[in-house]
Protein backbone atom coordinates (compact mmCIF):
# COMPACT_ATOMS: atom_id res chain seq x y z
CA UNK A 1 0.00 0.00 0.00
CA UNK A 2 1.11 3.12 -0.88
CA UNK A 3 1.75 5.62 1.69
CA UNK A 4 3.02 9.35 2.20
CA UNK A 5 3.09 10.41 5.59
CA UNK A 6 3.62 14.01 6.61
CA UNK A 7 4.98 15.78 9.90
CA UNK A 8 6.70 18.23 11.69
CA UNK A 9 4.02 21.32 11.42
CA UNK A 10 2.57 23.20 14.15
CA UNK A 11 2.42 26.44 15.32
CA UNK A 12 5.16 29.09 14.53
CA UNK A 13 5.33 32.95 15.04
CA UNK A 14 5.82 35.23 11.95
CA UNK A 15 9.33 35.61 10.83
CA UNK A 16 10.26 31.37 11.97
CA UNK A 17 11.24 28.78 10.95
CA UNK A 18 9.80 24.81 10.05
CA UNK A 19 10.86 21.72 8.70
CA UNK A 20 8.18 19.96 6.77
CA UNK A 21 8.90 15.80 6.46
CA UNK A 22 7.12 13.56 4.38
CA UNK A 23 8.07 9.17 4.70
CA UNK A 24 7.23 7.31 2.20
CA UNK A 25 6.49 3.62 1.96
CA UNK A 26 4.93 1.06 -0.87
CA UNK A 27 6.57 2.30 -4.36
CA UNK A 28 9.77 2.91 -5.34
CA UNK A 29 10.54 6.13 -3.74
CA UNK A 30 13.76 7.06 -5.93
CA UNK A 31 12.18 6.80 -9.31
CA UNK A 32 9.07 9.35 -8.74
CA UNK A 33 9.38 12.86 -8.90
CA UNK A 34 7.86 14.80 -5.35
CA UNK A 35 6.32 18.15 -4.69
CA UNK A 36 4.79 20.64 -2.09
CA UNK A 37 1.15 21.59 -2.40
CA UNK A 38 -0.52 23.70 0.13
CA UNK A 39 -3.84 24.97 0.80
CA UNK A 40 -4.82 27.79 3.07
CA UNK A 41 -7.94 26.87 5.49
CA UNK A 42 -10.84 27.54 3.37
CA UNK A 43 -8.97 27.85 -0.39
CA UNK A 44 -8.16 26.41 -2.75
CA UNK A 45 -4.67 24.68 -3.91
CA UNK A 46 -1.48 25.98 -4.39
CA UNK A 47 1.51 24.30 -5.60
CA UNK A 48 4.91 25.06 -3.77
CA UNK A 49 7.63 23.26 -5.17
CA UNK A 50 8.90 20.45 -7.07
CA UNK A 51 11.86 18.18 -7.05
CA UNK A 52 12.92 15.90 -9.55
CA UNK A 53 13.90 11.67 -8.81
CA UNK A 54 17.26 12.56 -8.36
CA UNK A 55 17.76 15.94 -7.20
CA UNK A 56 18.56 17.54 -9.95
CA UNK A 57 15.89 19.78 -10.53
CA UNK A 58 14.34 21.85 -8.49
CA UNK A 59 11.46 24.14 -8.96
CA UNK A 60 9.64 26.89 -6.54
CA UNK A 61 6.45 28.90 -6.53
CA UNK A 62 7.29 33.01 -6.71
CA UNK A 63 5.93 33.11 -3.16
CA UNK A 64 8.49 31.04 -1.57
CA UNK A 65 11.06 31.65 -3.10
CA UNK A 66 14.00 32.39 -1.60
CA UNK A 67 12.52 31.34 1.62
CA UNK A 68 11.75 27.75 1.34
CA UNK A 69 14.05 24.74 0.79
CA UNK A 70 13.00 21.44 -0.89
CA UNK A 71 15.24 18.27 -0.85
CA UNK A 72 15.13 14.55 -0.63
CA UNK A 73 16.81 11.49 1.00
CA UNK A 74 15.81 8.31 -1.26
CA UNK A 75 18.35 6.30 0.93
CA UNK A 76 15.61 7.32 3.80
CA UNK A 77 12.44 7.29 1.34
CA UNK A 78 12.20 11.20 2.58
CA UNK A 79 11.28 14.28 1.36
CA UNK A 80 11.66 17.70 3.08
CA UNK A 81 10.51 21.20 2.85
CA UNK A 82 12.45 23.66 4.84
CA UNK A 83 10.39 26.87 5.32
CA UNK A 84 12.10 29.92 6.63
CA UNK A 85 10.85 33.66 7.31
CA UNK A 86 7.35 32.76 7.74
CA UNK A 87 4.58 34.87 7.31
CA UNK A 88 1.00 34.60 8.05
CA UNK A 89 0.10 34.14 4.72
CA UNK A 90 2.18 30.82 4.90
CA UNK A 91 -0.97 29.28 7.26
CA UNK A 92 -2.01 26.23 5.18
CA UNK A 93 -2.32 22.40 5.08
CA UNK A 94 0.62 21.06 3.39
CA UNK A 95 1.08 18.21 1.43
CA UNK A 96 3.68 16.27 -0.22
CA UNK A 97 2.74 14.56 -3.90
CA UNK A 98 4.59 12.11 -5.52
CA UNK A 99 4.31 11.66 -9.20
CA UNK A 100 6.27 9.45 -12.17
CA UNK A 101 6.49 11.95 -14.30
CA UNK A 102 8.51 15.00 -13.44
CA UNK A 103 5.89 17.81 -13.85
CA UNK A 104 3.07 15.59 -14.34
CA UNK A 105 0.01 15.92 -11.98
CA UNK A 106 0.90 13.36 -8.78
CA UNK A 107 -1.16 10.52 -8.45
CA UNK A 108 -0.34 9.58 -4.81
CA UNK A 109 -1.02 12.49 -1.52
CA UNK A 110 -0.12 12.39 1.68
CA UNK A 111 -2.65 13.63 4.54
CA UNK A 112 -1.02 16.63 5.14
CA UNK A 113 0.01 18.60 7.75
CA UNK A 114 -1.07 21.68 9.00
CA UNK A 115 1.33 24.98 9.53
CA UNK A 116 -0.34 27.78 11.23
CA UNK A 117 2.08 31.20 11.06
CA UNK A 118 0.63 33.36 13.97
CA UNK A 119 1.93 35.44 16.68
CA UNK B 1 1.58 32.36 -15.46
CA UNK B 2 -1.75 30.37 -16.75
CA UNK B 3 -5.18 31.58 -15.13
CA UNK B 4 -7.55 28.49 -14.40
CA UNK B 5 -10.94 29.42 -13.99
CA UNK B 6 -13.86 27.28 -12.97
CA UNK B 7 -17.29 26.90 -13.51
CA UNK B 8 -20.27 26.99 -11.45
CA UNK B 9 -18.46 27.79 -8.08
CA UNK B 10 -21.52 25.56 -6.38
CA UNK B 11 -23.32 22.81 -8.13
CA UNK B 12 -26.50 21.20 -6.55
CA UNK B 13 -27.22 17.89 -8.35
CA UNK B 14 -29.51 15.19 -6.94
CA UNK B 15 -28.22 11.24 -6.58
CA UNK B 16 -28.59 9.47 -10.43
CA UNK B 17 -28.16 12.73 -12.19
CA UNK B 18 -25.20 14.00 -14.32
CA UNK B 19 -23.50 16.93 -13.46
CA UNK B 20 -20.93 19.11 -15.76
CA UNK B 21 -18.61 20.95 -14.38
CA UNK B 22 -16.54 23.62 -17.09
CA UNK B 23 -12.94 24.95 -16.26
CA UNK B 24 -11.17 27.27 -18.64
CA UNK B 25 -7.56 28.34 -19.32
CA UNK B 26 -6.32 31.53 -20.14
CA UNK B 27 -4.53 30.20 -22.99
CA UNK B 28 -3.47 26.69 -24.43
CA UNK B 29 -2.79 24.41 -21.85
CA UNK B 30 -3.03 21.38 -25.36
CA UNK B 31 -4.81 18.29 -23.36
CA UNK B 32 -1.78 18.54 -20.32
CA UNK B 33 -5.24 18.95 -17.61
CA UNK B 34 -6.21 17.13 -14.52
CA UNK B 35 -8.94 16.98 -12.42
CA UNK B 36 -9.26 16.29 -8.67
CA UNK B 37 -11.93 15.55 -6.21
CA UNK B 38 -11.57 16.46 -2.64
CA UNK B 39 -13.56 15.53 0.15
CA UNK B 40 -13.64 17.40 3.59
CA UNK B 41 -10.45 16.41 5.71
CA UNK B 42 -9.20 14.60 2.76
CA UNK B 43 -5.86 14.86 0.96
CA UNK B 44 -6.65 15.73 -3.25
CA UNK B 45 -7.06 12.36 -5.61
CA UNK B 46 -6.42 12.54 -9.35
CA UNK B 47 -9.40 11.44 -11.26
CA UNK B 48 -8.38 12.47 -15.01
CA UNK B 49 -4.88 13.46 -16.50
CA UNK B 50 -4.45 14.15 -20.51
CA UNK B 51 -7.44 15.46 -20.20
CA UNK B 52 -9.32 12.39 -20.43
CA UNK B 53 -7.46 9.77 -19.21
CA UNK B 54 -8.75 8.44 -15.92
CA UNK B 55 -6.37 7.12 -13.03
CA UNK B 56 -6.11 3.80 -12.27
CA UNK B 57 -9.04 2.99 -9.91
CA UNK B 58 -11.50 5.80 -10.74
CA UNK B 59 -14.97 4.38 -12.01
CA UNK B 60 -16.01 5.32 -15.71
CA UNK B 61 -18.95 7.16 -14.64
CA UNK B 62 -16.08 10.04 -14.45
CA UNK B 63 -14.76 11.13 -18.24
CA UNK B 64 -13.18 14.37 -18.89
CA UNK B 65 -12.92 16.15 -22.21
CA UNK B 66 -11.47 19.37 -23.71
CA UNK B 67 -8.27 20.98 -25.36
CA UNK B 68 -6.81 24.15 -25.62
CA UNK B 69 -8.52 26.17 -23.23
CA UNK B 70 -11.95 24.63 -22.52
CA UNK B 71 -12.61 21.42 -20.56
CA UNK B 72 -15.33 19.71 -18.75
CA UNK B 73 -15.60 16.87 -16.09
CA UNK B 74 -18.60 14.62 -16.28
CA UNK B 75 -20.02 12.46 -13.79
CA UNK B 76 -22.61 10.50 -15.80
CA UNK B 77 -24.87 9.58 -12.31
CA UNK B 78 -24.00 10.73 -9.44
CA UNK B 79 -23.54 8.30 -6.29
CA UNK B 80 -23.49 9.71 -2.65
CA UNK B 81 -19.10 9.09 -2.09
CA UNK B 82 -19.17 11.83 -5.50
CA UNK B 83 -20.50 14.98 -3.67
CA UNK B 84 -16.84 16.84 -3.14
CA UNK B 85 -14.91 19.98 -4.50
CA UNK B 86 -13.63 19.17 -7.79
CA UNK B 87 -10.65 21.11 -9.09
CA UNK B 88 -8.61 21.55 -12.30
CA UNK B 89 -5.14 21.90 -12.86
CA UNK B 90 -2.64 22.83 -15.88
CA UNK B 91 0.61 21.48 -15.94
CA UNK B 92 1.40 22.33 -19.82
CA UNK B 93 2.96 25.39 -19.21
CA UNK B 94 5.24 24.43 -15.59
CA UNK B 95 6.53 25.79 -13.51
CA UNK B 96 3.98 26.83 -11.82
CA UNK B 97 1.21 24.53 -11.85
CA UNK B 98 -1.90 26.39 -11.39
CA UNK B 99 -5.18 25.35 -10.37
CA UNK B 100 -8.60 26.54 -10.64
CA UNK B 101 -10.88 27.51 -7.49
CA UNK B 102 -12.54 24.75 -7.51
CA UNK B 103 -16.56 23.48 -7.91
CA UNK B 104 -18.44 22.56 -4.80
CA UNK B 105 -20.81 19.43 -6.32
CA UNK B 106 -23.74 19.24 -3.75
CA UNK B 107 -26.55 17.42 -3.07
CA UNK B 108 -29.99 19.05 -3.91
Same mark, same amino acid.
Given at each position: ??????????????????????????????????????????????????????????????????????????????????????????????????????????????????????? | ??????????????? /???? &? @?????? #? *????????? +? $?????????????????????????????? /???? &? @?????? #? *????????? +? $???????????????????
Amino acid at each position: EVQLVESGGGLVKPGGSLRLSCAASGFTFSSYSMNWVRQAPGKGLEWVSSISSSSGSIYYADSVKGRFTISRDNAKNSLYLQMNSLRAEDTAVYYCAGGYSYGSPPDYWGQGALVTVSS | EIVMTQSPATLSVSP /GERA &T @LSCRAS #Q *SVSINLAWY +Q $QKPGQAPRLLIYGASTRATGIPARFSGRGS /GTEF &T @LTISSL #Q *SEDFAVYYC +Q $QYNNWPPWTFGQGTKVDIK
